[in-house]
């Protein structure tokens, strides 16, 4: 019986690559020991079968970025989520035809992350020109949330919170507020400070009971499920 070597040297003498080559090719999730995909190239092999699926390229993983609809719940946090990020919580109907590698959940940022008590649409990215995006230009990035409310709306309320109130003593900025329905509103705007929209609620008579984002920018939530996530499509932009 052989000693135990890392499967990046066997796949190097199997197919007479070089170790590095042999290395994208396991976190590319091309390489199967008895059958089995293993994506890391520090397994140790020893008389076990090693293949190489036929259609391998030899490319390195590109990074990604999720969609998590995650629970209006206060213990929620990057941590708490990024341990919900697995095979089995992503959406059925997942469009991207991006095939799901352990390396995806690795590295990832928290982009916009939404304040306690709110639930909806989350970013994670490995990708530093979305951290970027959603970082440098978050003032200007419109973002779209469900709001429950209770309450008995003031005399122009709509009005007002459409445009004409103040957070943290300064004046907002016109941001779009309409009614969903008789219990909800909706809230379109750019910016957002935490605290902000509740705040505006009770400006106008109103209280918040519960908070859903459903956009941010050009990039909806749409139907992902409670506590499932998708890939970002490569069309799809912030």
Known sequence: ???????????????????????????????????????????????QKVDLHPDAVLVPVEPVTILFHQSPDVEMNADTIKRLLCAETRAADDHSNIRLLKQHFLHLTQCTPLEPHAGGMTVFTQDFRVTRKLTDDAATIEQEYVVQVAGELAPDGLKLLNHGLSYNGKPLPPVKVSWQNETH?????????????????????????????IRIGRVSMSKLPLGQWRYLMPHEKF
């Open 185 to 213: 509103l909706r809230f379109a705007l750019k910016g957002v400070k935490p605290g902000q929209v509740a705040h505006m609620c009770k400006a106008v008579g109103l209280q918040v009971l519960a908070m859903k984002r």
């Open 1 to 47: 019986m052989s000693d135990p070597i890392r499967l990046a040297k066997r796949l190097a003498e199997l197919v007479h690559c070089s170790r590095r080559e042999a290395e994208l090719y396991i976190a590319g999730g091309w390489v199967m020991v008895d059958g089995v995909v293993v994506e890391e190239p520090q397994f140790m092999v020893a008389e």
